[in-house]
């Protein structure tokens, strides 16, 4: 039995498995000796040795008998394999006709001159193969040969060509040819954008043409409309204005003459003047000195010159009873289409008609700089017999200490006379009898057009270019407020 240091190996199994070959082997081999493997393995060296000698002794049976004859025993060997070797399973017929002895030689040499034709045959295809394959075989190393050639040729000519020299050249060359397609490429989007601003350029201004057109054609129509309205107001009711009213200019003026020059002032203030929504904005300043005039009951506001009646409105829309005075025919229609409390009259002649106290304020934005000096005078001395003894005066007009308004914005207007100078119009308001006064400067030029400096050089020249464009005084007949 084997025996094993290593105590992972299983000697028990792998000894029975070796106990059942040499069983299957003494049943296919009978001729061989009876002993077992494991014996044998198990037996001694000095036993070992011994059994060759004693072998002659040990045999049993006739098997052993005629295994122990000189010549026949190992002749008897053979031919038990013979047989086994003919008998063993899965063989064709024609390999176990060759294993018999003698017969299967005989058979074999037999078999070969039968078919010695067909074994020649076939012989004489593979050589044919063979050779076909060997000429194919020429051919490719003949084609193989020639390309080696041609690759050292070629390989030769490439060596021969300057291969940096020439890459160097056509890099060149290529960056050359990019740069131009790139200055080709800019050029043309340059003029690409050239006419399209050219094109838009030219089609804002056409847009603007139009639109100045379209502004000039409705104002015009407007115009037009205005005059023709004016002039049948005049015609229809002129005789009744001169007649309850007892204005002088106007059983002089001529009803064509007069819608012209009316007509002519409302278009001025909607080219110059601004619209009615700004200057409603601009006017509401005003209306802190307002919040308590509407607790004095029967008293109401007098607004001179009142134009388009933005003022009115604005009075109007904070519960304040304000009545509207203007000597253009054309503005007094206008208010009185939006629903105002308007009359066309000479204001000074108006007010002294007024009882006295009989108005609690007293309006007049952008009046007095078209009045004379006697009349300015005759103006102040009007509203201070026809004010309450709280009331008030405002009278707002270009600031002449702005150089631009009193150099140039000022004649805008050419029914202006003169500019009064806040401090001058202070002292008429004292000079004529109002007890206190004040000077409201309005509206100066927005921060973009002045000098973002600080200098004093920078400060007189935003003082006196971009200061306040207007000025309003305040002037009240007691000391009431």
Known sequence: MLLSNNTDIPTESINQELEKVHARRRRFFPLFPGSSIPAMLNDTPEKKFAKPLSSSMNIHGFRGFIKSIPLIGSLAVNLNRKKKAIFAPGLHWKVRIRLLPFIGGLAAWLYAIINLNKIRVDNE????????????????????????????????????????K???????????NTE????????????????????????????????????????RIASLARQWRVLEISQRAGVDIVADNNVSYLKNSNPIELARMASFYMDFEDAFRGTRGDISERLKVYLPYFKNLNKKNGLSVLDIGCGRGEWLGVLAEYGINVTGIDLNISMVDTCKQYGFNVICDDAIAYLQQQPEGSLVAITGFHIIEHLTFEKLLA?????????????????????????????????????????????????IARQRGFASTEILRLHPYPDSHRLNEDSETAKRINTLFYGPQDYAILAWKTNAN
């Open 166 to 176: 020439r890459m160097g050249a056509f890099v060149s060359d290529a960056q050359r």
């Open 180 to 219: 131009k397609l790139r200055e080709s490429f800019e050029d043309l989007l340059g003029a690409t954008q050239y006419a399209t601003d050219n094109f838009k350029e030219k089609l804002d201004r056409v847009f603007e043409v139009i639109a100045t057109n379209n502004i000039e054609y409705n104002q």
């Open 379 to 427: 103006l102040f001395d009007a509203a201070l017999h026809a004010l309450h003894p709280d009331g008030f005066v405002i009278f707002e007009t270009p600031n002449p200490e702005n150089i631009s308004v009193g150099a140039c914005n000022f004649y805008y207007d050419p029914t202006h006379q003169h500019p009064i100078v806040p401090a001058v119009a202070e002292f």
């Open 125 to 164: 295809k593979k050589m044919s193969e063979l050779q076909r394959i060997q000429e194919v075989s020429k051919n490719n190393i003949k084609d193989f040969q020639v390309f080696i050639e041609g690759s050292n040729t070629r390989l030769e000519n490439i060596e021969a060509l300057d291969i940096e």
